[in-house]
């Protein structure tokens, strides 16, 4: 983290994210704040269309409309960089030197093309610091900021802000999307909640639900595939049962310790041949300007999609039900895949004794001690009961 970056701003930063994804219209104010922790001169959730080699901001603060509007209607295709997108995962982050060794190309060379020396030159962009917020095989969402040539290249200071930063706008980004990007600070908050089609439970910091909306409260009497346990709030699976606990504790705690658990919890049916499922993420409530406001005691909002678009992949899964960082779920994966430290390190491009490092991490996480044990976690993540559409 940056030395000149206090607690406090990072927490304020985090805050103001939270508080946008129920009220969009403070996005450019959080980009804002996310800028000035790296000196940053323009800020953005940019999704990148892999297909058709177009991108388009979903929110913004900064930058000079003209280069926007030029970047949109001719640079965005001469990026040189849309090969190598794909190769992203969530939960990455990347700046103009990881882009550049990823597509083993020269910098002084690339920085003479177009895109360069025509927009991103002009327009007064150096560097970036991206973190990828969403992947499918036709799109990628980014949270990224762009630095000026007058303040040095970003380095791995920043980076490891955003990396700080990716999972919460992870999360507020998914929970906005559930909300159609609608305000539910411009009404009563319990009216609009009533009107979705999203499970939405408000729980204090012990898990027991004060408010429940029309479409969890039936969820609750189908018993599936969230419940109340005596006014609390419980899963039919265990394990998102867990997670989702742990999340909402944590959020309580402190919102900017959440991490990647509580993003996208799978909630698997107990019946084989159920297709039933879900998916649900926590927000937390009792900081920032805005949601301590919406409903007084609560300390999170859970909000559970009872049907999901895509199925679940076991790295998201294990991101979301074990907190893990990504590069965590990686190694556990190929760990699981039977293959000892040494070819693991040499799959995923990353040295033996950092392979050690996040294995322990795993180990701990996942309460397991053994391979076979995460074998086990990783198959039971793939089988047909698992989330599916």
């Known amino acids: 983290m940056r030395s000149d970056m206090s607690a406090d701003q990072l927490s304020a930063a985090i805050g103001k994210i939270y508080d946008s994804a129920v009220e969009p219209a403070l996005w450019p104010e959080a980009l804002e704040a996310c800028c000035g922790l790296i000196g940053a001169t323009f800020g953005g959730i940019d999704l990148y269309d892999l297909e058709n080699q177009k991108k388009s901001y979903t929110a913004r603060w900064g930058g000079d409309p003209y280069w926007m509007d030029l970047l949109h209607s001719k640079y965005a295709r001469l990026d040189p960089f849309w090969e190598i997108y ?3 995962e969530v939960g990455d982050v990347a700046n103009t030197a990881i882009l550049l060794e990823r597509l083993g190309a020269d910098e002084d060379e690339i920085r003479q093309l177009p895109f360069f020396t025509e927009w991103a030159e002009p327009a007064g962009y150096r560097d970036v610091a991206a973190g990828i917020l969403l992947r499918s095989p036709t799109r ?23 990396s700080l930063l990716t999972p919460h706008m992870r999360r507020a980004v998914s929970i906005g999307d559930l909300l159609g990007m609608r305000s539910l600070a411009t009404s009563t908050f319990e009216t609009i909640l009533e009107t979705l089609l999203v499970g939405v439970v408000l729980v204090d910091a012990s898990g027991r639900i004060l408010y429940s909306n029309h479409s969890a409260r039936t969820m ?30 944590r959020a309580a705690l402190d919102e900017s310790e959440l991490g990647y658990g509580g993003i996208g919890v799978p909630i698997r049916s107990l019946e084989p041949h159920d297709p039933l499922h879900a998916v649900a993420h926590v927000l937390p409530l009792k900081s920032g ?14 909000f559970i999609t009872p049907l999901a678009e895509h199925v679940s992949p076991p790295f998201d899964a294990l991101v979301a039900l074990y907190d893990l960082t990504p590069m965590e779920a990686r ?56 989330i599916r559409s």
């Open 140 to 162: 990628s969402g980014t949270f990224e900021l762009y630095t000026p040539p007058s303040r040095a290249p970003v380095g791995p200071d920043d980076l490891a802000v955003v």
């Open 86 to 88: 794909p190769t992203f």
């Open 289 to 302: 300007m805005l949601r301590p406001g919406l409903s007084l005691g609560a300390a999170t909002a859970i």
């Open 220 to 249: 609750f009497s189908a018993g599936k595939p969230v419940l109340s346990q005596r006014g609390v709030l419980a899963a039919q699976d265990i394990n998102a049962s867990t997670a989702i606990r742990e999340a909402i504790n």
């Open 331 to 386: 190694v556990m994966i190929e760990i699981a895949s039977g293959k000892n430290r040494a070819a693991s390190a040499t799959a995923l491009g990353i040295a033996d004794s950092t392979v050690k490092t996040h294995l322990t991490r795993v180990f701990a996480k996942t309460r397991t001690a053994e391979q076979s044990e995460l074998a086990k976690l990783v198959a039971s993540l793939t089988s047909p009961a698992v």
